[in-house]
């Protein structure tokens, strides 16, 4: 066979079997990006004002970005002198009846040792900022949950380190898992006030002292996360370098490049041939 033949033939396959490609790739990509329902590393917010993404800060005390760990890392620093301190994220709709998970990281400066809410969260309907699951951290230097009857202490908290928080809500039971430095602390434990609004599901997080004054402590938490399931995903896979947003890109070849490229027999091919061939063949590497 020829190889305008050859040419020929493939273009006809390739033709027949893009829209099957697409579909694929558009559905797989969907996958991913729907598993993370918010996430905030405060890396691209400007140091010294309240974080961007929809967190609105309490009236007193302050919450800011801050260079911390370093430059290229930055956290939010909460500082509370007397009177409250904290900034709350609401949701649109609540999300219900699912498993979904929350993670972040937490340190608390030295020095400070008065019991103050780190993350409390609810529904909007609750009746007050202490409600649903709540953590804390204690006068004798632990930190406490709420088990939905009553504070549980468990295991001591340095100050002045990071520490890595995970909680798994289970909201088709309104129960919750806490794990504290890669340690179970307590599973199935149940919401916080929350009668009358079992299965109503969680819209409002609250973090640090949103709902009343009464203590003095500076603290700052990075990469908040909140995501479907129990498995965390992969964050750059909603990010261009994600390996099926790289391939897709293959079709949008950029205009920059000449219009046409020669091929034997006198056959020349458009930027987007050349993308769709690319793309497809990709494609068809990975799934074989």
């Given at each position: ?97 699912k498993t979904v998970s929350m993670e972040f990281k937490f340190m608390r400066e030295k020095g400070w040792t008065v019991a103050c809410e780190i993350f409390y969260v609810m529904n909007q309907k609750c009746p007050d900022d202490f409600s649903g699951i709540c953590i804390k951290d ?120 000449d219009p046409y490229r020669e091929y034997p027999a006198g056959h020349r091919a458009t930027r987007f041939e050349r993308g769709l061939m690319s793309a497809y063949s990709n494609f068809s590497h990975y799934i074989r």
């Open positions: 066979m020829s190889l305008a033949k050859r040419l020929i033939k493939k273009g006809d396959f390739i033709m027949k079997h893009i829209p099957i490609a697409l579909m694929v790739l558009f559905m797989l990509s969907s996958l991913c990006m729907a598993q993370t329902i918010f996430f905030y590393d405060f890396n691209s917010d400007q140091v010294g004002k309240v974080p961007t993404g929809g967190w609105k800060a309490t009236a007193e005390g302050k919450s800011e970005v801050a260079n911390i760990p370093s430059v290229t890392n930055k956290s939010v620093k909460i500082a509370d002198v007397g009177s409250g301190g904290g900034m709350t994220l609401l949701l649109n709709t609540p999300i219900k009846g204690n006068d004798d230097g632990t930190f406490a949950y709420h088990n939905g009857v009553d504070w549980v202490n468990s295991l001591p908290l340095t100050d002045g380190v990071w520490h890595d928080v995970k909680v798994i809500f289970k909201l088709d039971k309104d129960k919750f898992d806490f794990y504290f430095d890669g340690k179970e602390i307590v599973k199935d434990a149940g919401f916080r006030k929350f009668t009358g609004l079992e299965g109503q599901g969680i819209d409002k997080f609250n973090v640090a002292n949103v709902g009343d004054g009464g203590s003095t402590f500076v603290k700052y938490f990075d990469d908040i996360i909140l995501y479907e399931g129990t498995t965390r995903p992969t964050i750059t896979s909603v990010k261009p370098e994600y390996k099926l947003t790289t391939k897709w890109a293959e079709v949008k070849v950029s205009s920059f490049q």
